[in-house]
């Protein structure tokens, strides 16, 4: 097919990668940590761990998954982490051992971590003790065998390690009582791996080397099936994009978003594969403590969502963060507003690049180039080894300029969701293409502008929300008769739940019923608003209801 946005490309970025380049993620990190073996890998909390130690650290863990926990290959094991030293090493280490990670969100609920754990089969956890209440709820109906517990400060030097516990625990009051039986320290198996020899496991690309959940058109999360083909390949097309910008073992990157989401997964596995030092925040919303970060850090590149480049915008001190070294400010997982692509280029002097992709994608597809000197507006071209169309229902190309569905090929690319054919066939059209849901044009570039979503799903601050979740929850209730949920504009997080609520209960409140979607959903599922009708909500001729009438709605409001 024709690649009219190769013109598009700067000097030395290929058209194609090379995906076999590497067999698997596990011969990436052999590889990086031999040729960058005494350059920091990562910090977190001022304490940077190097390729060599991070090679070391891992081989243990992988070793005593194999040996101590039994585990064998194939098995899934949830990570239940923030952005620590623990999660590199525990990722690292999960690969090694033939094994496949299953990202888990720590501020889950018990209804959603117990799914996700029950969906992916896991046999074992490492989970921070700040959530291991949560989990303790759950675990008996979890088909776990292991359990893993980490506390924040348990891969820090010995002093800072033993104040940084204590204080979390005792002092902050932030780790609630838990108790699960015959759970293993991280640090306790670290040692005992120390002593055991790593049996080797020789990995392809059809091995699987993740579950990565996302939202449901049923309400029901789905694991995203991504091998170690889709991940080695996502790796090579994002360093390759990134190379104008970024020399081997010479960045410093900083990294606030979660690890467990699939964007943030992938841009730590590309500064990996460039020698980087990737600096992990792990709470990036305590912003005095970030902005400290900064002020301490000579970094070159940053990944972040809109809302995260507005909020340090707007942070008190962020005026005198040195950004005189930044060559590189990625922005994804959601929309970036106008005003805040212009603020960041008059303060930074640097332009967001702002990317595309989907956790079926692995997940970058579509970005702008890395030398653009400002914002475009558009969210770019296909990077390397991928095909960008625009389809319409019947999966047939529409002309040049007009709006259809945005749709992928590329070897970064899933082959499919866990266990869930039909979900499967929905997405892929009969040659190959994978449907985003999202609306868009493709103008004679090649630049591929949104213009719509198909779905109905609601992004909050690069979170997916599914309406039906929320409304499941809701309707779960006993004070509710009717629900249905929708995203709406908002200047933060670029959109927000909004709940339509007609009650059983005239005596339920907001208060009672936010009370109880805090007890079910993670926070960013939490509605912002609740808007209480009298009258039944309005339905289709066979009793849906119709959410794009509540759109109209809104919008007439507005």
């Known amino acids: 097919m024709p690649k009219p946005w190769l013109a598009q490309y700067p000097p030395g970025v290929p058209a194609e990668i090379d995906p076999q380049r590497f067999a698997s993620l596990a011969e990436v990190l052999d590889t990086c940590c031999a040729r960058f073996a005494d350059l920091p890998a990562f910090c977190s909390m001022g304490t940077a761990m190097t390729f060599r130690e991070l090679d070391e650290d891992s081989r243990a863990f992988a070793a005593w998954l194999q040996s101590a926990a039994g585990l ?26 033939g094994l496949v990670v299953v990202n888990v969100n720590p501020l889950y609920t018990p209804r959603e971590l117990e799914h996700q754990l ?71 198996a670290l040692a005992t791996g120390r002593t055991l020899a790593l049996q080797e496991v020789t990995l392809n690309h059809d091995d699987l ?29 994002v360093t390759a994009w990134m190379a104008p910008n970024m020399r081997d073992g010479a960045e410093t990157a900083i990294l606030p978003l ?63 963060v040195d950004l005189s070294h930044l060559k590189l400010a990625v922005a994804g997982g959601m929309a970036v507003q106008q005003v805040v692509a212009r603020r960041w280029k008059e303060r930074a002097g640097v332009p967001l690049v702002e990317g595309y992709g989907l956790t079926e994608s692995a997940p970058v597809a579509i970005a702008n180039p890395v030398t653009v000197e400002e914002w475009s507006g558009t969210i770019g071209v296909p990077i390397p080894s991928t095909e960008a169309a625009i389809l319409d229902d019947d999966g047939a190309p529409v002309a040049l300029g007009e709006v259809g569905e945005i749709c992928l090929r590329g070897p970064q690319v899933m082959p499919g969701y866990w266990q869930r054919p039909d979900e499967t066939a929905k997405v892929f059209t009969a040659d190959g ?95 912002r608003i609740v808007e209480f009708r009298e009258q039944p909500l309005p339905k289709s001729n066979i009793g849906k209801i119709l959410r794009r009438a509540l759109r109209d709605d809104v919008a007439a409001a507005a």
């Not at 896991?122 to 303790?136: R, Y």
């Open 433 to 527: 293409w994978l449907r985003t849901g999202d609306m868009g044009v493709m103008d004679a570039r090649g630049s591929i502008r949104i213009t719509d979503r198909k779905k109905d799903m609601i992004v909050v601050s690069g979170f997916k929300v599914f309406p039906n979740e929320v409304e499941d929850v809701l309707a779960l209730h006993p004070g509710v008769l009717e629900a249905a949920a929708l995203g709406v504009p908002d200047p933060r997080s670029g959109e927000a739940v909004k709940v339509f609520v007609v009650r059983s209960d005239p005596a339920l409140s907001e208060d009672d019923l936010l009370a109880h979607c805090r007890r079910h959903l993670t926070a960013y599922k939490v509605p």
């Open 258 to 320: 979660p690890l467990y989401h699939v964007f943030a997964l992938t841009a730590c596995l590309a500064f990996f594969g460039k020698g980087a030092q990737t600096v992990l925040v792990a709470n990036p919303r305590d912003l005095p403590a970030f902005v400290k970060t900064l002020r301490q850090t000579r970094f070159t590149a940053i990944v972040g969502v809109n809302t995260l480049f507005r909020a340090l915008l707007d942070a008190p001190g962020f005026a005198d």
């Open 72 to 97: 064998r290959r194939g098995e899934r094991v949830a990570l239940m982490l923030p952005n620590l030293l623990q999660y590199p090493v525990a990722l690292f280490g999960v690969l090694r051992a």
């Open 118 to 188: 029950k969906d992916s089969g896991a046999s074992a956890i490492v989970v921070l003790e700040n959530f291991a209440h949560t989990l303790q709820q759950v675990v008996a109906a979890t088909p776990l065998r292991t359990v893993v517990t980490t506390q924040v400060g348990d891969l820090l030097p010995p002093l800072r390690r033993l104040l940084t516990n204590a204080a979390v625990k005792h002092v902050k009051k932030m780790v609630p009582p838990w108790h699960l039986p015959g759970a293993v320290p991280f640090g306790r």
């Open 209 to 237: 080397a993740f579950l990565q959940y996302t939202g449901g058109t049923t309400g029901v999360a789905k694991g995203v099936m991504l091998t170690h083909g889709n991940m080695v390949a996502n790796l090579l097309q």
